[in-house]
């Protein structure tokens, strides 16, 4: 099985910045996809970026020139740098992997535990 751990989640001022940080770890595995989720409060949980083995990324239109999403391979770990935050972008930000178990061969979708990402004045 695969873990999660997530860090760089906080409280920033709108037009600033944050950097969420996501390793992955566990059985030998191959990543598919690596995502960030987040889920402000009464809605539902959206998709924020997505990308590739082959680095093709995915962006949610609000977000899309202000995220970028990044891995570090030999690490396995996922990176969300987030500038110029606005209010709405308050959320619980969620890692997500999707991975092949190199062992089993089966797929697994595996999540973080979130980080809170407040954008306030």
């Given amino acids: 099985q695969v873990q999660l751990v997530e860090s760089g989640g906080g409280v920033v001022q709108p037009g600033g910045s ?12 191959l990543w598919r996809t690596m995502a960030w989720h987040r889920q402000a409060p009464g809605k ?5 970026a997505t990308i590739a083995r082959d680095e093709s990324t995915n962006y949610e239109p609000s977000v899309k020139g202000r995220f970028t999403i990044s891995v570090e391979r030999a690490r396995n770990m996922v990176f969300l740098q987030m500038n110029d935050l606005k209010p709405e972008d308050t959320a619980v930000y969620y890692c997500n992997v999707v991975v092949h178990l190199v062992r089993t061969g089966a797929v697994e979708n595996a999540w973080g535990q979130g980080t809170q990402v407040t954008v306030s004045s």
Avoid at 44 to 48: A, D, F, L, Q
């Fill in 18 to 29: 944050l950097r969420l940080s996501c390793q992955a770890s566990g059985s030998e595995f």
């Fill in 44 to 48: 539902e949980r959206e998709s924020v």
